[in-house]
């Protein structure tokens, strides 16, 4: 439930993304390129119809925050049926096409998990959550640096950059990557490596929505488009036992201590295999915390955690031995609400002063939109190690835009039911972010400017917000890999 839920959350994401400039009318060379695509796949892929159960099925994240279904599905079971898919439905392209009731993929045939132990890499199907990678490389005591929650698809977190339990030790995922299979805007099928620098910069972090190649037609499941689809991802593997730690709830009357305890931890705490995610809830008036504890070996290290279980009223024995699968799924109890937008902000250190201006803004803002069908709101703050940006080199990724400056992202996650009050969320999620950011300079910290985690951002967060000085060379490899400018059609962070 939870991770159909997280799904749909980065669904909708997308969703604003394709859907917000694009022509309305309808149009029925839509149909006609449905039919043309199922002419030149391979029996591995599949176009399916309304009425179909597969049809449902890829369609159903799109149902509470798009205003149409799709004429058609396919599920492309080959990188080479990608790029007939996109020629096939590239021919019947018109202007006034509406992408809403498009095609869409659904990459969900790109599910294979394969672990090349002589090389200590694993290839990652792009269609994956998380969930079902560390599932597949657990029998081989390996892992990759991926997803923290339960439901996160593997190729939007990656492309977006990437924060991860094992952050502290490795890296970001875009560090981590040594190789995507992509489909390119004309159709080609290629392997992105090294070798391949300007590409393979703009996959580390570039994210999906700034240089999307789909024309308005194309709705791609799970943020799937970026200077071609990525259909495949080959990660650095890692050695993987069982981890210490758990997600535990912390009452409003803890909330004082547990965010002592956070600062304390982030001014203190060196050993790269802990991690904390401290998350600030609004809930039935009152800030109450979910806290995922984490650490990466079997036994509860000594000291480094005590000041959180000497909070009274949890409950200690969440906190326990378990494999990084099960820690995984225990994070899956996300609220629940039909409309939901991300927000970002960034932080370089955290002082209580700065935790408890957070605390203010998820009370001040979730009274706020109680009124309004709001459901909750909530901040998560994500302390780690100044040296998380050491992992990569200097210029080896379009996030983060300064590697010199360590980013600690801030996640605002605003939760309601009713799809008219969504522009007041949106405003009242920016005047959130600017109050944040605001206290974090008065208190010292250069962040006025900083880059915030794409993952994170609000769908229309400015670009120069996301990559910094890095937005011309991104604008100048979609140029050189869209020549025909199919980009400009799409919306979300265009050019
Ligand atoms: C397109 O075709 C469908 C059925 O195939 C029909 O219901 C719809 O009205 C047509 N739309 C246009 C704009 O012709
Ligand atoms: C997944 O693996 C199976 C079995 O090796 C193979 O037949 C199939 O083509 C693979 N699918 C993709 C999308 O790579
Ligand atoms: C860090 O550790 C020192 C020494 O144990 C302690 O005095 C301090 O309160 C801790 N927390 C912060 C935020 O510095
Ligand atoms: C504490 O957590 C354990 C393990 O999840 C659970 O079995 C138990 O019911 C919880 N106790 C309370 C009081 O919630
Ligand atoms: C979508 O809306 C339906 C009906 O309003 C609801 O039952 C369902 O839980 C919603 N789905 C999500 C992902 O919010
Ligand atoms: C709490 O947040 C609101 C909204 O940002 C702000 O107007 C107010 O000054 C804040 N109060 C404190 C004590 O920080
Ligand atoms: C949703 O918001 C609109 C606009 O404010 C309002 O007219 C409508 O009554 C609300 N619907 C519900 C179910 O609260
Ligand atoms: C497709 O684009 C790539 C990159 O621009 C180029 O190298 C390749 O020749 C193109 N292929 C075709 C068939 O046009
Ligand atoms: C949800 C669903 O119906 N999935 C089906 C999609 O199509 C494949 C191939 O026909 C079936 O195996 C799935 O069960």
Known sequence: MASQRLLAFV???????????????????????????????????????????????????????????????????????????????????????????????????????????????????????????????????????????????????????????????????????????????????????????????????????????????????LTQCIQGIVTKFTFKTFSQGEIWGGLVTIPASGVDAATDAIANFHANVTDPKAAIVPAYVYSSGEVTMEITIFYDAPAQPSGIFDEFLAISGINRSVLKTQSYLSLVQSTAGLPGGSQTFFGAASFIDLPKYLLETVINETKFWGDYITPYSGVTILNIVEPFLPTIFSHGAPDSSAYPPDRSVTLLPVNLFFVWNNASQNDRMHDAMVQSQHQMTLVAVAEGQDVANAGIYPNYALYDAPLESLWGGNVPRLQSIAKQYDPTNVMSLTGGYKV
């Open 11 to 221: 669904s909708l994401l997308s969703t604003f993304v394709a859907s917000s400039a694009q022509p309305a009318s309808g149009g029925n060379s839509t149909l006609s390129a449905c039919q043309s695509i199922a002419k030149t796949i391979s029996s591995a892929s599949a176009v399916y119809y309304p009425g179909s159960p597969n049809y449902t099925e890829d369609n159903a994240h799109w149902a509470n925050s798009s205003s149409a279904a799709s004429t058609c599905s396919v599920e492309p079971g080959t990188a080479e049926d990608v790029g007939a898919i996109i020629k096939g439905g590239g021919h019947a392209t018109n202007p006034g096409f509406s992408s809403s009731t498009g095609v869409e993929i659904a990459m969900t045939r790109f599910s294979n998990v394969t672990y090349d132990a002589s090389s200590q890499t694993a290839d990652i199907g792009a269609g994956l959550v998380w969930d079902d990678v560390y599932a597949a490389l657990e029998p081989h005591g390996v892992n990759v640096i991926g997803g923290r929650v339960s439901g996160v698809g593997v190729a939007g977190f990656t492309l977006g950059g990437g924060y991860s339990y094992k952050t502290n030790q490795y890296g970001l995922a875009v560090d981590n990557v040594v190789a995507y299979e992509l489909v390119l805007p004309n159709g080609t099928v290629t392997t992105v490596t090294s070798d391949d620098e300007d590409l393979f910069w703009g996959l580390k972090g570039g994210f999906n929505n700034f240089v999307c190649l789909s024309p308005a037609w194309l709705q791609i499941r």
